[in-house]
């Protein structure tokens, strides 16, 4: 039986192989006679080099059936929020920081919770507060307001408020106010007033108005101010509600002189600051570091650049641990501490 197998193996062979050299031999007859009609002789033409199809065998194991996967997940362009958030103020926050991870202008999240004091400082853990999807202004209408008014008073065109999809006017015939209703008013802007820390200061009267240590100035500042606190991580800027910057401490965090000067205030201050320390520092300018959870100087004591006057804390209206560092005219407003930091 053996014997049989071989026989037919080598007669299938001999047949693929007859098979082979007569389709070799025509292919190379053909072109040797294309040559010649040409006028050529076979010996000056190359020949191109010779494809064979070699016999297709069916592999033992069958190949998988293979599929292109189909993608299933999509991407939908994120579309603009519309609608009023609520959020609750956690340990920390500040309305600059929370303005920052909603993508809008700190004086927006004042502008968007009427009564909310315009002193950074004010928020309070657990309080709650509304974000406005734009910035501008959350206005809950009064009787007798129209849109005429309310471009009046906030300059923004009452088309801009019908459309914005967010108050539900755009396609109403009947533009009537409901008494109460609340409208984002988007672009628009209101007047930023703040609580300015520590006594008063009446005009032309400077560290001579009422609460302040008028006595003689000990020592002088060198002109150039260094940060107050080390290391340095400013949790809030400087903007038009808080005219300041926030440093991050812990409690306790030695708070130094930011230069040589005379301390004229340090006591609690009721406004919110918590414990507050002021500085003259003799050369039009003072230095304010408020929040402390302990003052160490007095007022009228002489202190030198880069000594320790205070103990960091949280204390007043404030979130967390922090320092809220100020540098003012003395016969001015507060400026902007980075522009004098190196």
Sequence with gaps: MGTVH???????????????????????????????????????????PTKVALPFFEPATPVPDIRRTS??????????????????????????SIAEDFGLQPETILWGNEGLSTEAGSLQVGQELKILPVDGVLYTVQKGDTLDRLQAIHGVPAE???????????????????????????????????????????????????GFYSGPLVYAGTGFFQWPVSPIAITQTYWSGHPAIDLDTYLGQPVFASDSG?????????????????????????????????????????VLQGQQIAESGSTGNSTGEHLDFRIRLAEGGFLNPLDFLP
């Design 6 to 48: 071989n026989q037919e193996r080598a007669t299938r062979a001999g047949r693929y192989v007859g098979l082979l050299a007569l389709i070799l031999a025509g292919g190379g007859l053909g072109w040797q006679q294309l040559a010649l009609d040409r006028g050529e002789t076979p010996s000056s033409v190359d020949r191109p």
């Design 71 to 96: 993608l299933l997940h999509t991407d939908i362009p994120q579309r603009p929020r519309m609608n009023v958030l609520t959020y609750v103020v956690q340990r920390g926050d500040t309305a600059w």
């Design 160 to 210: 801009a408020i019908v459309e914005f999809p967010g108050n539900g006017l755009s396609g109403h015939e009947d533009f009537d106010l409901i008494p109460g209703q609340e409208l984002v008013l988007p672009g628009a802007s209101k007047a930023v007033a703040w609580v300015e820390p520590g006594p008063q200061v009446l005009a032309g009267l400077g560290r001579r108005s009422p």
């Design 262 to 302: 005379t301390v004229i205030f340090s006591d609690w201050d009721s406004t919110g600051y918590g414990n507050l320390v002021i500085i003259d520092h003799g050369n039009g300018y003072w230095s304010y570091y408020a929040h402390n959870d302990a003052n160490l100087v007095q007022a009228g004591d002489g």
